[in-house]
């Protein structure tokens, strides 16, 4: 044999065999190999900048960390990140590994799923734990594992406390920056700084409450072999407390999603090639596992009827979960001890009925067509009944709220470097803009002043007046995270336009650069650029429709995870969206070209504007009659003060 040769082989022998240090697991190291394989053919537009990373200098540890992330990563996180991103990212958590007394004793799975992903819900993704390794470890130095777990989410609400936002959930670094976030943002920011220590995290959210409106966030964080809930960014003197802790104690479900296929202990509610839903009830509340029957009129079983377990919140009927029925027509959940409705549904057929988890275990639903069109349901719903919960010691918890006191301070300090009215005021001045629209959007700004001062400043004085028109059109949170060359790319490649259209449909329709809940990038003139030829000689939408329809590629289950929307420049270059994703670059690519167009506010399919009239657009089939939507009116009559319609 030729020696080159057989030391070649000797060299590949040595790396398989030190393979394995971090996936012992032959079932997940199977699954893992086959996704990583399926993962490449759907982003093999991106390749280069997102695989090509596996041809840079690795150890076996790193490489396979790496395949796990690339294995189960949703479409979101392949279309706008590198592999750099990602590599940097699992150097800083393997580091964990080493850095903290507790690094080597997180068993492999919890460290794969909890602490290793940088995704933790639908957020932007950011370098966080790479940016505040350093301060994180030396806040944490010489603690045990559970006072490391209560010392970073006191430094978390030093950074942050809770604010109403919209949707869209900031970035962990967007997030500090601002100072606040609603609990999707807090416990996002939480997870992403216990993981940054290397203390396994997760998300954890009950879809709605039982006894009351509204639902809520938070992290479980294991710590000594268990896992444990905490309040994010509302730092108790010990875990398993919160101001939630009695709420939780009557959730009906409470939920939790694991990057990755997963095979640990927790029920799964539902399972994807990509992550899994698992089922955390049982750590909160009394539950019961119910099973659900569907079949037809013929007493045949149905698979794949799509189960809806319905909660009562918010004057809804609102899914907590839904589940297909598997090959022999059933499904179970397990839920906390109150009162739904199950709704089980199949083509044109459906049936549905009320029942109290405590009195029941199997239910079985026969779906039908034939149902009354006009009658009175009259059913009382029944939340489970609330339970004592853990309260500090006195001692214990006044020296919690001394922390408090003296973390609101520090963040308030933080805050007052925040530009005041008096600084707007005369910034306004010296730009010659409008005093009382550049105060507000300054004010709103908080923490990203300077980005949105930066892009006032650098824009030329014939624009300035468009400049603050873009700033009010967006989204408050964009104010907050988007930066001054983002901004100014929007402005400079869309101002051309301005004379071609009304001011107010210029403003709303072309030049606004928020269309959804996407994260706001350059993308104006990177879809300029590219697809100039497509009007070289005049502007007809049926170029742009079509070209997406020959050129994206639909994968309706491959973003489950993120939920998170690909930027318009991510589809273009990946060539692979879901649909939400897709109707976002064709708003955003019409834009471009000075084309009004929206996502319709009511529908959200994607139109544009022709002839005096939005024109709805549908790629999946041509335009169906049914779908073209018109205005309709709804009176409401108060019969009982003897109004009449």
Same mark, same amino acid.
């Given at each position: ?408 301070? %520090? !963040?308030? =300090?933080?805050? /007052?470097? &925040?530009? #005041? ?10 730009? +010659? ?45 964009? %104010? !907050?995270? =988007?930066?001054? /060359?983002? &901004?100014? #790319? ?10 071609? +259209? ?144």
């Amino acid at each position: 044999m030729n020696k080159n040769l057989l030391i070649l082989i000797l060299l590949i022998f040595c790396f398989e065999a030190s393979f394995g240090q971090l996936i012992t697991n032959k079932v997940l190291k199977a699954k893992v190999d086959s996704m990583f394989i399926v993962q490449k053919e759907l982003a093999k537009h991106r390749s280069g900048d997102l695989f090509g990373i596996f041809n840079s200098k690795m150890t076996a540890e790193e490489f396979e960390a790496m395949k796990f992330l690339f294995a189960f990563m949703p479409l979101s996180d392949m279309a706008d990140y590198s592999g750099d991103f990602y590599f940097s990212q699992v150097k800083s958590a393997l580091k964990t590994k080493t850095d903290f007394s507790w690094g080597k004793n997180i068993p492999e799975e919890v460290f794969l799923h909890f602490v290793l992903p940088v995704r933790v819900n639908n957020e932007n993704l950011d370098s966080f734990r790479i940016c505040v390794y350093d301060e994180l470890k030396a806040r944490v130095k010489g603690l045990s594992m559970k006072n490391a777990a209560l010392e970073i989410n006191h430094w978390c609400h030093e950074k942050v406390t809770y604010r109403g936002s919209d949707a869209r959930t900031s970035s962990p670094l967007a997030t500090m920056k601002t100072s606040f976030g609603r609990c999707g943002e807090e416990s996002t920011f939480a997870v992403a700084a216990f993981r940054t220590v290397g203390i396994p995290a997760r998300q954890v959210y009950t879809p709605r409450w039982a006894h009351s409106d509204d639902n809520h966030a938070w992290v479980e964080v294991w710590v000594d072999g268990k896992w444990h809930f905490l309040g994010a960014c509302e730092p108790e003197a010990d875990l398993e407390m919160g101001w939630f802790a009695e709420p939780a104690k009557r959730a009906m479900l409470v939920h939790t999603r694991a990057y990755g296929w997963y095979n640990g202990p927790e029920p799964v509610v539902m399972r994807e090639d990509r992550f899994s839903e698992l089922n955390l009830i049982s750590n909160y509340a009394p539950s019961k596992k119910i099973i659900v029957k569907v079949i037809n009129e013929k007493n045949k079983i149905i698979q794949n009827a799509k189960v809806d377990f319905l909660l009562y919140n918010y004057a809804e009927f609102f899914p907590i979960a839904s589940i297909k029925t598997k090959q022999n027509g059933t499904t179970e959940i397990e839920c906390g001890l109150g009162d739904l409705i199950v709704w089980a549904s199949y083509d044109n057929l459906y049936s549905y009925k009320k029942i109290s988890i405590g009195t029941v275990d199997t239910l079985c639903l026969i779906l039908t067509s034939n149902h009354k069109s006009d009658y009175v349901w009259e059913e009382d719903f029944i939340p489970p009944v609330a339970r004592t919960v853990n309260s500090a010691d006195v001692k214990d918890k006044s020296e919690n709220d001394r922390l408090l006191k003296k973390e609101d301070s %520090l !963040r308030t =300090v933080y805050m /007052k470097t &925040f530009k #005041d009215t008096a600084w707007a005021e005369k910034f306004a001045a010296s730009l +010659n803009l409008d005093k009382d629209s550049v105060v507000k959007i300054i004010y709103n700004s908080y923490g990203n002043w300077s980005e949105v001062s930066e892009f006032l400043k650098i824009t030329n004085n014939e624009k300035k007046v468009w400049a603050l028109r873009l700033l009010h059109t967006v989204a408050d949170k964009d %104010l !907050r995270d =988007v930066s001054a /060359k983002v &901004f100014c #790319d929007h402005l400079e490649h869309s101002i051309e336009f301005k004379n071609k +259209n009304n001011s107010d449909l210029f403003t709303e329709n072309i030049l606004n650069p928020r269309i959804s809940f996407e994260q706001l990038s350059p993308w104006r003139s990177f879809l300029q650029n590219k697809l100039a030829d497509l009007f070289a000689h005049n502007k007809d939408v049926r170029k742009i429709i079509n070209w997406i329809k020959n050129n994206i590629n639909i994968d309706t289950r491959a973003n489950l995870h993120s939920r998170a929307p690909l930027s318009p420049i991510g589809v273009y270059n990946l060539r692979v969206s879901d649909i939400r994703s897709r109707n976002i670059f064709f708003v955003a690519l019409c834009r471009s070209f000075g084309i009004p167009s929206r996502l319709n506010p009511q529908t959200i399919e994607p139109e544009y504007y022709e002839n005096s009239k939005w024109i709805p657009v549908f790629f999946e089939t041509e335009v169906p009659e049914k779908k073209i939507y018109s205005k309709g009116f709804v009176q409401l009559v108060n019969k009982s003060l003897g109004l009449k319609p």
